[in-house]
């Protein structure tokens, strides 16, 4: 939604998961009620579309997390872990003993 983090499909899976559009705008409080009662208008008059458009989402999800790879991911974090391991243990040494 416009100005927010949010995007309507965030509100679609809500929706269709079954919570009240009250309790969608109080699990994203950057929306306005009449935001998410607007979003859901606008996905029951346009199902077919929106579906279309959140099935386009997830394939150009899992496309990118092919093309990262799942060892790629791994290796990235490990290196991250390791980086993070060694700042901690030169901390360590640099603490001056009483």
Do not use: C, F
Not at 4 to 20: F, L, S, W
Not at 28 to 38: D, F, G, N, Q
């Amino acid at each position: 939604m416009a100005g927010t983090r949010i995007g309507p499909e965030q509100i679609v899976d809500a929706y269709e998961a079954g919570p009240t559009p009250e309790e969608i705008a109080l699990r994203y409080r950057t929306l306005s009620l009449e935001a998410v009662y607007a979003a859901i208008t606008y996905y029951l008059a346009n199902q077919e579309q929106v579906k279309a458009y959140m099935q386009s989402l997830q394939r150009e999800d899992e496309a990118e997390w092919k093309h990262l790879g799942h060892e790629s991911l791994t290796k990235l974090l490990r290196e991250r872990l390791e980086t993070q391991s060694h700042t901690v243990i030169d901390r360590e040494q640099v603490t001056p003993t009483l």
